[in-house]
């Protein structure tokens, strides 16, 4: 457990509208944060211009504070941090911590993990395209809050994994943890279809030297047929809901038990008061079925 003051966090992309998936992720980082007398920061993840949805990240920041939760800081945007991204992969390749790698998609086996074809320099009248992190054969060990003891190997999951992309973009799992550590992130709180990349990140953390922060995995709302409940996939805009019911959903998601139809005000006292991260189910997934809180969201 970090023993620093803590700092929480929400970093949604904008590739949509906040939806009741990415609601929980806010409402739980929130929580988690204020409830430890930390502080709540926003981060908007716009590092994939072709997956934006214009106008995305604006209402995000304005259905948040809609709902009352207001970020303890100025809104970081990872679009203007690209120097800083650019330094960390120059740093990493100089230290020989990454390399340079020549492969398409194509030359990927069907698997997905990279078996480290230029690991040990490209092949001849190949040309670089992408630059990868050597996660060696490290295996990562870590205690997530709600998910409980994960053991995971990067190696196993990805392999050697991309940091910078063919077209210059830089990927996820290197803004995420350059930025959780500019900004003095201690506790990171997410939905759990992002606990396989947390070995991942813990390996990069590792690599540039930065603590490790508290990691809490929160289950994430699925659709009835098996999918995560997205951006893009059945579901409603958290805006066409009135706040305190999105709210009141939410919390019942996290296997809080709110008092039942009451104003936002009252019910943000409540929560800061009563959240209990003890009730959130130890899940992965949660489906919906007509019980769940959640049900009339689908
Ligand atoms: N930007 C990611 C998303 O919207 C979340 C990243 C994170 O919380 O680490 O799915």
Partial sequence: MNQAPVIGRFAPSPTGDLHFGSLVSAVGSFLEAKCAGGSWLLRVEDIDPPREVAGSAERIINDLLQLGMTPDGPVL??????????????????????YPCACSRKDLPESGVYPGTCRNGIPPGKKPRSVRLNVKDDSCEFTDKIQGRVSDSPAGISGDFIIQRADGLFAYQLAVVVDDAFQGVTQVVRGADLLDSTSRQICLQKALGYPAPDYVHLPVAMSAD???????????????KPPARSLE??????????PANCSLDRLWNWALENWNSNLVPRKREIFPVREHSYFDWV
């Fill in 226 to 240: 098996g999918r995560k409940l997205g951006k893009r996939f059945q579901t409603d805009p958290v805006a066409n």
């Fill in 77 to 98: 945007y990872q679009s203007s941090r690209y120097d800083v991204y650019q330094q960390t992969v120059n740093s990493l390749l100089a230290s020989g911590l990454a």
């Fill in 249 to 258: 959903l939410a919390l019942l998601f996290l296997g809080q038990q709110p």
